[in-house]
């Protein structure tokens, strides 16, 4: 099974930007739709940004226009870059396939806290 490492978090002020990284321990990206996911205090995981195979990227609505997901084949690594945050983006964040039959597993993810 895949194993997937997240990085990147942080504290960051409202208004700020942090980059995510997340690693994977095969050569996925290129081949399947993958995602972002985030699951904030007392709530339930949601995607949060999704990047198909040949590239397309959707957003939730509530990132739109704030958060960019992308992915460095040559590195092997997808990212999602946060723009704008606000305290309402506070979450444990994760990486994983797009298509929920292919999940068999969960990283660590990566703890997000936006505050002043």
């Known amino acids: 099974q895949v194993q997937f490492v997240e990085s990147g978090g942080g504290l960051v002020q409202p208004g700020g930007s942090l980059r995510l990284s997340c690693a994977a321990s095969g050569s996925i990206f290129s081949i399947y739709a993958m995602a972002w996911y985030r699951q904030p205090p007392g709530k339930q995981r949601e995607l949060v940004a999704t990047?198909?195979?040949?590239?397309?990227?959707i957003y939730a609505d509530s990132v739109k226009g704030r958060f960019t997901i992308s992915i460095d084949s040559a590195k092997n690594t997808m990212y999602l870059q946060l723009n704008s945050l606000k305290p309402e983006d506070t979450a444990v964040y994760y990486c994983n396939f797009r298509r929920t039959e292919f999940i068999t597993n969960w990283g660590q993810g990566t703890q997000v806290t936006v505050s002043s």
């Open positions: 990047i198909t195979s040949g590239g397309t990227t």
